[in-house]
T-cell receptor, first 116, second 116 residues
Framework: GAVVSQHPSWVICKSGTSVKIECRSLDFQATTMFWYRQFPKQSLMLMATSNEGSKATYEQGVEKDKFLINHASLTLSTLTVTSAHPEDSSFYIC????????????FGSGTRLTVV | AQKITQTQPGMFVQEKEAVTLDCTYDTSDPSYGLFWYKQPSSGEMIFLIYQGSYDQQNATEGRYSLNFQKARKSANLVISASQLGDSAMYFCAMREGHQAGTALIFGKGTTLSVSS
């Protein structure tokens, strides 16, 4: 149980275009979704926290106009990278809190974004 | 100050040997949780083990055990009888408090290489 489905798993886009990444909670309601970014061989850095029906809270240094997060329902949160540039190329992964304390969190499978 | 510190960028171990991955943390919240995740090259985050700040005993899950030393603020992961499939990046992470909107904070990770 507690599965988050993340799509696409990888995407290549041209510089200047926008890319949308979706995370769906399949068998539970995700009130809160966390979005992380990970560069190769580096840590997962929290970008923002999204709550269903309200505006996302962005971490310091993350451009909210560039990384648009929408959490319109309890089962869907989206991250849109607008006007993507090569430096936005990264691995993006979402995570949701689950009730079972021992697991605590469930993660999407991640999206590898390459901007050319 | 870093909340989670993993001082070993890389570790090498032979099959069937035990290995310890270090993790120290910093928090003033009396209630927190510590997690270890495995991230293979595919990018998925695989939950390994959890330790709550009030847990009296060290957590164990199969070949994984967590050496929790609260006074030293350390939460080292011990993998017994290493297998080739254990080669991956390992992250220590912390949740401060119990609120639903609390994201995990990750360390920089340790790359484990298991050889035959």
């Amino acid at each position: 149980g507690a599965v988050v489905s993340q799509h696409p798993s990888w995407v290549i886009c041209k510089s200047g275009t926008s890319v949308k990444i979706e995370c769906r909670s399949l068998d539970f309601q995700a009130t809160t979704m966390f979005w992380y970014r990970q560069f190769p061989k580096q840590s997962l850095m929290l970008m923002a926290t999204s709550n269903e029906g309200s505006k996302a809270t962005y971490e310091q240094g993350v451009e909210k106009d560039k990384f648009l997060i929408n959490h319109a329902s309890l089962t869907l949160s989206t991250l849109t990278v607008t006007s993507a540039h090569p430096e936005d190329s990264s691995f993006y992964i979402c995570s949701a809190r689950v009730r079972i304390a021992s697991e605590g969190y469930t993660f999407g499978s991640g999206t590898r974004l390459t901007v050319v | 100050a870093q909340k989670i510190t993993q001082t070993q960028p890389g570790m090498f171990v032979q099959e069937k040997e035990a290995v310890t991955l270090d993790c120290t943390y910093d928090t003033s919240d009396p209630s927190y949780g510590l997690f270890w995740y495995k991230q293979p090259s595919s990018g998925e985050m695989i939950f390994l083990i959890y330790q709550g700040s009030y847990d009296q005993q060290n957590a164990t899950e199969g070949r994984y055990s967590l050496n929790f030393q609260k006074a030293r603020k350390s939460a080292n992961l011990v993998i017994s009888a290493s297998q080739l499939g254990d080669s991956a990046m390992y992250f220590c992470a912390m949740r401060e408090g119990h609120q639903a909107g609390t994201a995990l904070i990750f360390g920089k990770g340790t790359t484990l290489s298991v050889s035959s």
